[in-house]
C-alpha cells in the first residue's frame, strides 16, 4: 500500500522512540508525531507489522507469534543505533509494548501506552460474533467512521478496509494469553493515555492495566476526546506534550 511504508528519522545514537502501529494500520499514523520527536532530537522508528501493510489477504496468514516477532526485531534493530529505548503503542501496538517491555525489562526505558485494548466495547457480543457464525466468514467490513464496533477511526488513515475474522481471533488471543497475564512482569516505566469516551477500546482497559502493571512509575491520563485513535483527535499536539514531558522525566 502506497504510505503505509516504515517511518525512519536518525538523530543521533542517544535516544530513540520505537512506535508499534494499531491493528490493520500502518506506521502513516505516525507521521506526525514521528515528525514532532524527531525536531526534540529523538531517533524515531515506527516498523511496518507482519500481515499490515499489502492487502488483508497477507494478514491472514500470520498469527500473533508473527506479530511479537516483527515488534521483537524492531527493537533490536532500533537499540543497536541508539542508547535508551522508548517504546510508543498505539491500541494494539500497546499490547506488542507490554510483550517487548517483559522480554527485555529494563534495557526499555520506557513505555506510552495509548489505547490498549484489555476489553473492547461490546466485547463479549464481539467475541460470540467471533466464535459461532464468524467461524463461517473470512472477511468482516469495517464500518463507517465512528462505529463502536470498528477498529480504526480515521477515514483519511492508510489501513485496510477489511479485517479478517481469524486475524481478530489471533488478536484476542494476543491480549488474553500475553497482555493480561504479564502486565505483573512490566517493570519500566508507564504512561497510560486513553480517551474519555474511546467508542472502541473499553475505558475500563485503561485502569485494569494501571492496576495490574508491575511497574511503580505509573501514569493514567484520560484525553477529552471521543476518538478511539488519539492521533486523528484535534487535541494531538496536546497528547504529543504529554509524551515528550513523559520521556523528559525519565531521561
Not at 30 to 59: I, N, Q, R
Not at 105 to 132: A, E, M, W
Not at 147 to 155: E, F, I, P, W
Amino acid at each position: 500500500m502506497v504510505g503505509a511504508e516504515p517511518i525512519f528519522i536518525d538523530k543521533g545514537d542517544k535516544i530513540g522512540v520505537l512506535m508499534l502501529h494499531g491493528f490493520t494500520s500502518s506506521p502513516d499514523q505516525f507521521k506526525e508525531l514521528s515528525l514532532y520527536l524527531s525536531s526534540k532530537g529523538y531517533t524515531t522508528y515506527a516498523p511496518l507489522l507482519a500481515g499490515h501493510g499489502t492487502c488483508p489477504e497477507d494478514l491472514l496468514k500470520v498469527c500473533k507469534d508473527d506479530w511479537k516477532e516483527s515488534a521483537k526485531e524492531a527493537y533490536l534493530k532500533l537499540s543497536g543505533k541508539v542508547k535508551k529505548v522508548f517504546i510508543v503503542g498505539n491500541s494494539f501496538g500497546g499490547n506488542l509494548a507490554f510483550y517487548l517491555a517483559k522480554e527485555f525489562g529494563d534495557q526499555i526505558s520506557g513505555i506510552v501506552s495509548l489505547g490498549t485494548p484489555i476489553r473492547l466495547r461490546f466485547h463479549n457480543f464481539i467475541k460470540f460474533r467471533l466464535y459461532t457464525y464468524g467461524l463461517l466468514k473470512k472477511f468482516y467490513k469495517k464500518r463507517p467512521r465512528h462505529y463502536a464496533l470498528d477498529y480504526t477511526d480515521m477515514s483519511d488513515e492508510i489501513t485496510y478496509s477489511f479485517m479478517p475474522t481469524k486475524s481478530v481471533r489471533e488478536f484476542f488471543k494476543l491480549i488474553e494469553e500475553e497482555t493480561i497475564p504479564n502486565l505483573p512482569k512490566v517493570k519500566v516505566p508507564t504512561f497510560i493515555g486513553h480517551a474519555s469516551v474511546d467508542p472502541v477500546v473499553a475505558p475500563e482497559s485503561a485502569t485494569y492495566i494501571h492496576e495490574h502493571i508491575g511497574s511503580s512509575h505509573k501514569i493514567i491520563f484520560w484525553f477529552n476526546s471521543s476518538h478511539h485513535t488519539l492521533f486523528s483527535d484535534k487535541k494531538r499536539d496536546e497528547l504529543f506534550v504529554k509524551i515528550h514531558d513523559f520521556i523528559k522525566s525519565i531521561v
